[in-house]
Each structure stands twice: as C-alpha cells, then as structure tokens.
C-alpha cells in the first residue's frame, strides 16, 4: 500500500507541474517523482537530500570565484566540474550505458553514473543554485547543456570529463552520432525548453520498454509524460497507437481526440487522424 500511495503522490506531483509555464518547472523535483514511479522501493529521500548537498556546494563554489559568479561562462563550467565530477565523481555511463537506472535520476545519484540528459540535467539543477542560467541544447542524439556568459554561452558536455565545446568539437560529436556526411547547423545549438529536458530523459525509459517488448509499460511511462506535458501532440499520438496495439479502443480514442485538438486542423496529419478516428469509432459500435 506504501508503494502505491508514494506512486500516487508522484503522479499528483507531476499533473501539477503540467499546469505550470515552463519556466517554473523545477527540473530535479520532477524527475524525481518520474524516478519514484519507475523504482518505486529507491530511496527518494536519500536523492532529494543529495541534490540539496548538490546545490549549497555550488553555492559555496560559486561564491569563492569571483571570476565565474561576475558572468565568466567558461569559469562557470570549471567550477560545476569541479563540484559535479571531482567532488561527487559523477561520470557519463560508459559501460552499461542502456542500462535503465541510467535514466532514473534517484539510481543515478546512488550510482553517480548516468546518462548524458540525466547528468545535464543535475548540471542545470547545480547551477540555478549557484544563480547562473543554463539550458539545455536541441543537439541530435547527445545531450548538451549551455551556461550563459558575458561573452556568450559555454557549452559543455556533462557525460565526458573535457573542456568547454567549439563549434569543431560540437562537430565531431555530430558526425560520431549521424555519421561523416552530418553538418553542424544553428538549431541544434538552440536551446530547449525546461519540458523538453524531461521529455527526453523519459523518453529513454519508454524506448527500452518498447524495445523489450513491454507496450503496456512504455504506454504508462508515455501516459506519466503527458502529466507534465499535455500540450505534447506527438506523444498524444503514440499513446493512441500504444492503446489500440493492447486492444484499448476507448482509450486510443480520447488519446487521437487530445492529438487533433492540438495540431492544426488542415494538412496531411490531421486527414490521417481524423481517419483513425473514425476507424476507431467503428471498432467501438
């Protein structure tokens, strides 16, 4: 009954974060009521009093340098590193890297090892608390965050221990992940919003459920998504395919009825949708 009482709990947390405005969104906070959900016997306590040891470090840190609290973005990074990767040894997974406690932000503070949007996201988390604004880059396929800077951002990568990233640098990692013929373009240097951070750190564990076969649980990590984004379109649209896969007409149905009412009611995506809902009509009469 506890378990499902602290599920509950998360659940109520996360519906109310959907009706915040993206820039409210308390990032740790949400992630770790997406991890209780997920590993519901982890010890959500222990992580929430870890990332508050997290942030009064930064703190500390940001007060003794000068230098990287009067707007130096490159200072910044050193200075996260130093509290993130020296005195909490979090590292990028680089062994078991599909491993789905690296997208758990509770086992990711027991293990300090993770995925590249969880530990961007413990960075984000460090430096609100040092006051400093950061956010996180639509880069395809790597996690990257960005600290504002008097002289321009600094990006930094924080699953690999190196410096501050250059456009040769950003480049490289592009064509490692789409391969030699990728070209670096200003958008994926773009920043993201706060939803989309999660999203994406979500999205992780709703692949490997897929991926394994498991629609029914990739379906409620999808469900606990639109909690704290129901304005997702797309993902309205694949918790319609999840459910008429697990034979759940009525539910795809509402799923397709949000989706339409959420994309433009002309175009090609729209004639499609409307002709599975009919479909699913059918299939209920």
Known sequence: MADITAEAEARHALDAAGQLPDEELDLANIALQLARIDAPDADAAAAAAHLSEVARAAVDAATANKAADEGDAERRAAVLRAVLEQRFSYRGDTETYDAPENANLIRVTERRRGLPVALGLIWLHAAEAAGWNAWGLDFPGHFLIALEGHDGPCIVDPYQPAQPL???????????????????????????????VLLRLQNNLKLRRLQAG??????????????????????????????????RIGAALTCIDRYLALIPAEGEAARRARAMAAELRQRLN
Request: proline share 9%; net charge positive; charged share 25%.
């Open 166 to 196: 250059a456009a040769p640098a950003l480049r490289a990692i592009l064509k490692r992940m789409q391969g030699p013929q990728a070209e670096l373009r200003p958008e994926q240097t773009a920043p993201v919003p706060r939803r989309a």
């Open 214 to 247: 498991d629609v029914r649980g990739a379906l409620t990590a999808t469900e606990d998504m639109l909690r704290f984004a129901p304005a997702a379109a797309a993902l309205w649209r694949e918790a319609t395919l999840m459910n008429q896969r697990l034979d």
